[in-house]
């Protein structure tokens, strides 16, 4: 019933999509029918090709995502823990993270050449801001409360960190994670449009080039399929971990996905 | 002075308007002693500086003028020794029961095993068991208020400082954690201070009750609860509990009364809790 009811925006599009078509209202060559496009999917995927491509783009981002991971979590952390830290890095972080991860592919390609590497650095700067800025909130914006029992009860400070701090910023830190990874898989396929040579990314790009309408709009569908599972992933396993805050936040029912 | 755990010396406290700048004075010159093993009350008026004392006590304030000491030490920042029951419980809400009663013990650095079995006995003390896999959303108001009094227990405190622990019960659960608390006291012999707006609940469970004055705060009257102990909930029909009653209803509303004629001037600053 429930992903009847989140189906049915999607079949609405098809249908007057269709409709639009068949009424002779859209020219073939910018935009296909819906039933050529599924075609054209269904014979990208029957070679293999599109799995190929596929591929090579979700590799690219998990890796990406994964340093960002890393690195954003570490820093953001730490510089929401200590003061001088993040008096320290915050206005370089707030400088840097208003350019836009297609802004960084032109000196990427410089460095990295084509390819993987380019495309992991793209995903990374992508990803990290929104897990580092999250994590540092997150931390930072821990109950006074908490602390003070903690302190109270003589916790040192790694106990502090491993048990009030981050499970308390789980939430905030988890969301990050999930826009960061968003992120991170718009980035990659920017990154593929220019910087690569497989991909979902290049793959439309060389679709564009041939004409191929319909390959290229499979294409497209086949980026929003992949970054709405990973959103689904992603917020399964916020449910899965925030079970202490089930029931208590109005958005428990809307992660319910 | 012997036999005192606390002894709070002309203590004066008062806060800074971060927007005006002028500073409000909350407490004002007050001195107290408490007795190991006593089960103190503090009442007045709302806006007097009762949390702020405690927290004081506690060691997460610093007096502006004056000195606490706690078994003849200064207080200078939390110990365990003095456990605090915040006026919202401060359970953890992302561990369960359990996990929250284990971290005062883990805190103090006991294995896994020592550990569970300490915090399962005060589980079990305050009727929480069957509930150890619990999340804080989970309970109900009055067993949150319990475990967060297991989770202060565990702690071994020789101080338990409670701020209205209570305020958000109905009449019959706050009758039956009042009794709870008092058969704890007397099971753990430790020395209990409680914050209360309730004149019946400071009467039924003290051996003394100490009234503040309206704002800036000090000691107005301390009163000794000479009612027979241990106390049942006969004793609130006992006729000096009557009279003590009075007595301190009397004593309360005239500093309410003072607090109510200052509200009609601006008031400075936003309360805490
Ligand atoms: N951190 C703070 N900054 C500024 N003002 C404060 C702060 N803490 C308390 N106050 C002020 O000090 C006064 C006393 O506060 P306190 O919380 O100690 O009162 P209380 O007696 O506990 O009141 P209640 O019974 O309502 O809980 C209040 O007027 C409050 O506005
Ligand atoms: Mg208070």
Redesign the pocket.
């Known amino acids: 019933m429930k992903i009847l009811k989140k189906a049915l925006p999607f079949f609405a599009v098809l249908l007057i999509w269709e409709l639009l078509f068949r009424f002779g209202l859209l020219n073939e060559y910018l935009l296909p029918s819906p039933l050529s496009v599924a075609k054209a999917g269904l014979a990208l995927a029957g070679s293999g090709e599109l799995f190929l491509d596929l591929f090579a783009s979700v590799k690219r981002v998990l890796a990406g995502f994964l340093a960002a991971a890393v690195f954003g979590l570490t820093l953001g952390t730490l510089s929401g823990y200590g003061r001088s830290l993040s008096d320290a890095i915050m206005p370089l972080c707030e400088f840097l993270r208003p350019i836009p991860p297609i802004a960084w592919i032109p000196i990427a390609i410089l460095w990295f050449g084509l390819g993987d590497n380019p495309a992991y650095f793209i995903v990374f700067i992508g990803a990290f801001f929104p897990i580092f800025i999250n994590s540092y909130w997150g931390i930072r914006e821990s109950r006074l409360m908490h602390l003070n029992v903690a302190r109270n009860f003589g916790a040192s400070r790694f106990l502090v960190l491993t048990d009030v701090l981050l499970p308390g910023s789980l939430p905030r830190i988890l969301h990050g994670l999930r826009i960061g990874l968003g992120l991170g898989w718009t980035s990659v396929i920017s990154a593929e449009l220019v910087g690569a040579q497989s991909g979902l990314g290049y793959m439309i790009q060389m679709n564009r080039v041939m004409l191929k309408t319909e390959n290229i709009i499979a294409g497209m569908v086949t980026i929003g399929l992949a970054g709405l599972l990973m959103n689904y992933l992603m917020l399964l396993l916020e449910k899965r971990l925030l079970t202490w805050r089930k029931d208590t936040l109005r958005s428990a029912e809307t992660a319910e996905a | 002075m012997t036999g005192s755990i606390f002894s709070i010396k002309n203590v004066s406290k008062s ?4 927007k005006s700048g002028d500073s ?1 004075p ?2 004002n010159d007050l001195s107290l002693e408490i007795k190991g093993g006593d089960f103190v009350s503090i009442i ?12 004081q006590m506690g060691g997460f ?1 610093r007096p502006d003028e004056g000195t606490i000491h706690y078994k003849g030490q200064p207080v200078l920042a939390p110990h365990p020794e003095r456990t605090v029951i915040f ?1 919202e419980y401060g359970l953890f809400p992302w561990k369960t029961v359990l996990g929250n009663v284990e971290f005062p013990i883990k805190a103090r650095g006991a294995l896994p095993a020592e550990r569970r079995e300490i915090a399962l006995k005060y589980i079990k003390m305050v009727h929480l068991n069957g509930f150890e896999n619990s999340y804080p959303h989970q309970l109900s108001g009055g067993m949150k208020q319990r475990a967060g009094i297991a989770r202060a227990l565990a702690c071994q405190p020789e101080v338990v400082l409670m ?2 622990p209570f305020a958000s019960l109905d009449n019959i659960t706050r009758e039956i954690m009042q009794e709870e608390i008092l058969r704890l006291w007397s099971e753990v012999g430790k020395t209990f201070i409680l ?1 209360t ?1 309730h004149l019946d609940e400071a009467i039924f469970m003290s051996r003394r009750v100490i009234v ?1 004055d309206a ?1 800036p ?1 000090r000691v107005k009257e301390s009163v000794e609860i000479d009612l027979p102990e241990p106390r049942t909930p006969e004793v609130k029909s006992h006729p000096r509990f009557a009279a003590l009653k009075k007595h301190l209803t009397r004593s309360l509303r005239e500093e309410v009364e003072k607090t109510i004629a200052f509200a009609k001037e601006p ?7």
């Open positions: 806060f800074k308007d971060p409000l909350v407490i007045g008026p709302s806006g007097c500086g009762k949390t702020t004392l405690l927290y304030l006026q701020d209205e914050i707006h503040m704002r705060g008031v400075p600053a936003a309360e805490v809790n």
